[in-house]
């Protein structure tokens, strides 16, 4: 398991990655690796890969070419289900048939629904525990997330009836229900009002130093450059640079890459 060399391996290894749409090239060549316990950060104008890369990461789409490593383990093509159950989550959107069940149900349902049978058994690893043990260590880890972001009041309301930002919250505590260890957010703080969005990165720091790991897509530059301490650039479909927020900010072709300067 240890390593030879003196750093900690990281968490997240991603290995020139290309995809292609038809004639479209999303992805050519990213690559970028993640760090255990940091929030980093994943920037670049609209259409540089963002969206895609995690799509990739997270199993939903499959890379042309490319390898991706989790804990040291290529995950690269696995199905979303096997790559959550290994702790890799990406956040989803509260589809349409969820928007009429409850908060506390959306939270409930949220392993089975995200990891398969498997679910509640990864949730409580003792094999052979009373299902109805199971349901209240769920239920019990529903309630700590859904205080955690401040929507504990909203738990008998439908997902249907929260307003965008509250959505949002929701979509972040029922990603953590699986406890996960590297988290990956697209845009979470999309729509979301400033005092919302103060709690959401407060607690996603806070879950950060506990031990979690975040790669977070945000187009606030302030956002990135005050929250996270890793910002990797991304630029037509390839990765530019890894840095500090400081690096980043100084670095002439981020700043030609967002003004277009380069865009060839
Ligand atoms: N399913 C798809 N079919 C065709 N083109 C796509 C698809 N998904 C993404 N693209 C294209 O790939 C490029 C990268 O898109 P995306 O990853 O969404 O960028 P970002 O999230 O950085 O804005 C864009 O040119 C986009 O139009
Ligand atoms: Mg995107």
Redesign the pocket.
């Known amino acids: 398991m240890s390593e030879p060399t003196s750093g900690q391996r990281p968490l997240l290894e991603v290995e020139s990655l290309h995809k292609s749409?038809?004639g479209?090239t999303?992805l050519d060549g990213v690559t970028f690796e993640v760090k255990s316990g940091t929030l980093t950060g994943l920037i670049?104008p609209?259409?540089?890969?963002?969206?895609?890369?995690f799509n990739a990461i997270g199993g939903i789409l499959q890379p042309d070419s490319g390898t991706i490593r989790f804990s040291g383990e290529e995950i690269t093509g696995e199905s979303p289900d096997r790559i959550a159950g290994k702790g890799l989550v990406r956040t989803f959107q509260i589809s349409r048939e969820f928007r009429n069940m409850t908060v506390i149900e959306n939270m409930m349902i949220a392993p089975t629904n995200q990891r398969g049978e498997s679910a509640l058994q990864s949730v409580t690893p003792g094999l052979r525990e009373d299902v109805s043990e199971q349901e209240e260590r769920i239920f019990e880890r529903a309630w700590e997330m859904l205080e955690l972001f401040d929507i504990d009041h909203l738990a008998l309301e439908n997902a249907g009836a929260l307003s965008g930002g509250q959505r949002k919250l929701l979509e972040l505590a029922r990603a953590l229900m699986l406890d996960p260890e590297l988290l990956l957010l697209d845009e979470p703080f999309a729509g979301v009002n400033p005092t919302l969005e103060k709690t959401l990165i407060d607690r996603v720091e806070t879950l950060r130093d506990e031990g979690h790991t975040f790669l977070l897509?945000e187009h606030d530059m302030d956002m990135i450059m005050d929250h996270c301490e890793r910002v990797i650039v991304?630029h037509q479909?390839d990765t530019l640079l890894t840095g500090t927020p400081e690096e980043v900010q100084s670095e002439e072709r981020v700043v030609e890459a967002y003004l277009g300067g380069s865009g060839v």
């Not at 609209?46 to 890369?53: F, I, P, Q, R």
């Open positions: 749409f038809g479209i999303a670049g609209n259409g540089a890969g963002k969206s895609t890369t897509v991304m479909g």
